[in-house]
């Protein structure tokens, strides 16, 4: 699980990034991912290693993004079952949640650079 509250997508036509979020208040909710340990011998110097990857599942575009962004869109989940079902469900259980969320159950929040407000003074 990779939790955020909004992401982006890149459109120049439309103006570069485009922020997608639930609602404007931002709730949390999570990328659905996939890892594994990777034996790799690529690095002559190193050897043989083990890594950790990662991979973000991606599904079809829902209306909201396919209008900026048609190729894909993130998978994206928002209850605690789907969660749950993710991590410990039979594997053709758990990819029964690779779909895009409804169509309407995403806004467009912010367009352009990403400007978080500043933090506390340290």
Not at 1 to 28: C, H, Q, Y
Not at 40 to 47: L, Y
Not at 61 to 90: C, F, Q, S, W, Y
Not at 97 to 119: M, N
Request: net charge negative; aromatic share 8%; proline share 9%.
């Amino acid at each position: 699980m990779v939790p955020f509250n909004s992401f982006s997508e890149f459109n120049k036509a439309e103006g570069g990034d485009i922020w997608f979020a639930l609602d404007e208040t931002r709730p949390l909710a999570c990328f659905a991912g996939i890892w594994t340990n990777w034996t790799s011998v690529r690095k002559v110097k190193e050897g043989e290693t083990t890594n950790d990857i990662f991979a973000i599942l991606t599904t079809e575009a829902n209306a909201e993004v396919g209008a900026i962004h048609p190729k894909a869109m993130p998978v994206i989940l928002t209850m605690p079952d789907e969660v749950e079902t993710l991590m410990r469900a039979p594997p053709d259980d758990a990819l029964k949640l690779q779909r895009p969320l409804p169509d309407e159950a995403l806004r467009i929040v912010a367009r352009g650079v990403k400007e978080d407000p500043a933090g506390p003074a340290t």
